[in-house]
């Protein structure tokens, strides 16, 4: 079947609400889903992005079970558990924002970095953004695509590698851009400068990057004093500003920064609109995203960046740990084989509360407790939550969307041991790719 007639039956299907339509819209080559869009009205491609929607919830909703069952059988705890198929879902969801728009999708390795599921994300994505050296070669080694680096401050001893596994380098500073922009322009590297858009809505403090003395991004009185200079130099602009947040935040952002920044824009070839983007959660507006990026687009005639971390593997993973004991002062207290400072420090450090499949909050079910780690670190407490059925030890518990910000931050405070990784593939095979035992531990120390 051609190309085109292939795009008439999925339109034809979309028309209809077949559900069969979003299956086969993702199994299609890029020429089939490019005509398949071409061919929507503004209501077809509105109707798509909704299948596109529900297809995920379904699909991601009925995992639970799944991990209830892995859960109960011999897989030693505690351990991470990512899960193959519905990484691939989230691909797909960016990948459809790249089909409406032409835009470039790069993965955040800050947040997410376990190169066993590369090759399944390599097959949607352009590549990866990269926050210094090491995670340069890694987006380099194991992804095989382009690489986008940003750094605060690079080191001049890194800088030679830096610029051989990068596709681009954004520089921080001018003074930065002065020191090392040359020589990477010289190796055919492209240049970007991260700015400061002037706006945020971000709760927490610590991860807000337009917070009051921020360090991130080049701010717009000293940019425009000096960006003339140097605008032979630059390929494209950054910013970042977004924290899991919806569109609707990212419109409010963009008009800030084309106020500040967007008479420099014509004449370059890109700007990142960075990370933060919540763009596979299931209340995301997609249409809203893709309205921007394409006006944005058309207006300043430049390819348009996106790097989102969390939406990559937004939950898609979890983290499966057994009660060692049961203590009790005033509240009854679980002694888990897992630890929020260690295991998940995210959980101290924003600090909220992770999921625990079949659980409530404190008093919602019949038996409450506070799960906490082994450490020693008093504050060591993953949280409060109820339960139909008392605790007992041995009990396996399965915390929620553990891929995130969790294997690229774990530690080994106290000489507690990581929990191992494995990647759930096809649905249901689970294979360990990654153990870790005193040697992992010994080797940090000296």
């Known amino acids: 079947m051609s190309a085109d007639k292939d795009a008439e039956a999925i339109v034809w299907a979309i028309m209809r609400k077949d559900s069969k339509a979003v299956s086969r819209y993702n199994v299609s080559s890029g020429e089939v889903r490019r005509k398949t869009l071409e061919s929507l009205d503004e209501n077809g491609l509105m109707t798509l992005t909704l299948m596109i929607k529900d297809a995920k919830k379904k699909i991601f909703g009925s995992a639970a079970k799944k991990y209830l069952d892995f859960a109960k059988s011999a897989i030693s705890t505690p351990v991470y558990l990512l899960d193959e198929t519905l990484i691939e879902e989230n691909m797909k969801v960016l990948r459809y924002v790249r089909d409406r728009t032409d835009c470039r999708i790069f993965h955040a390795l800050k947040a997410y970095a376990s190169f066993a599921t590369f090759p399944v994300m390599a097959r949607y994505l352009d590549g990866t953004c990269a926050s210094g050296l090491h995670e340069a070669i890694l987006g380099h080694e194991e992804f095989g695509k382009q690489v986008h680096t940003f750094s605060a401050a690079y080191q001049e001893r890194e800088i030679e590698s830096l610029i051989t596994y990068s596709d681009s380098l954004i520089f921080n500073s001018f003074y930065q851009l002065r020191s090392y922009g040359k020589l990477a322009r010289q190796r055919g590297v492209e240049i970007g400068l991260r700015v400061n858009p002037g706006y945020a809505e971000v709760a927490a403090e610590m991860y807000n990057p337009c917070a009051p003395n921020s360090r991130l991004g080049i701010v717009h009185d000293i940019f425009a004093a000096n960006f003339p200079k140097?605008?032979?130099?630059?390929?494209?602009?950054?910013?970042?500003?977004?924290?899991?947040?919806?569109?609707?935040?990212?419109?409010?952002?963009?008009?800030?920064?084309?106020?500040?920044?967007?008479?420099?824009?014509?004449?370059?070839?890109?700007?990142?609109?960075?990370?933060?983007?919540?763009?596979?959660?299931?209340?995301?507006?997609?249409?809203?995203?893709?309205?921007?990026?394409?006006?944005?687009?058309?207006?300043?005639?430049?390819?348009?960046?996106?790097?989102?971390?969390?939406?990559?593997?937004?939950?898609?993973?979890?983290?499966?740990?057994?009660?060692?004991?049961?203590?009790?002062?005033?509240?009854?207290?679980?002694?888990?084989?897992?630890?929020?400072?260690?295991?998940?420090?995210?959980?101290?450090?924003?600090?909220?509360?992770?999921?625990?499949?079949?659980?409530?909050?404190p008093d919602e079910k019949k038996y409450s407790y506070r799960l906490a780690g082994p450490s020693c670190l008093a504050g060591d407490i993953i949280g409060d939550y109820s339960f139909d059925r008392p605790l007992k030890r041995g009990n396996r518990l399965i915390f929620t969307d553990m891929a995130l910000y969790s294997i690229v931050k774990n530690t080994t405070f106290n000489g507690i041991n990581l929990p191992d990784i494995a990647v759930c593939r096809n649905a249901e095979k689970i294979e360990t790719v990654k153990k870790f035992g005193y040697r992992d531990y010994r080797n940090r120390q000296s």
């Open 230 to 361: 140097y605008r032979h130099m630059v390929d494209g602009l950054h910013f970042h500003a977004m924290c899991q947040q919806n569109s609707d935040m990212l419109e409010k952002i963009l008009i800030s920064f084309e106020q500040l920044f967007g008479k420099f824009v014509k004449g370059l070839k890109w700007v990142n609109l960075g990370g933060g983007h919540h763009i596979t959660r299931d209340d995301y507006d997609l249409e809203l995203l893709i309205r921007l990026i394409n006006t944005f687009k058309t207006k300043y005639g430049v390819q348009v960046f996106l790097e989102p971390g969390e939406a990559s593997i937004l939950n898609a993973g979890v983290l499966i740990s057994s009660v060692l004991d049961l203590v009790k002062n005033k509240a009854e207290i679980a002694i888990m084989d897992t630890s929020a400072e260690t295991h998940m420090p995210d959980v101290l450090l924003m600090p909220y509360r992770p999921f625990v499949l079949g659980s409530g909050m």
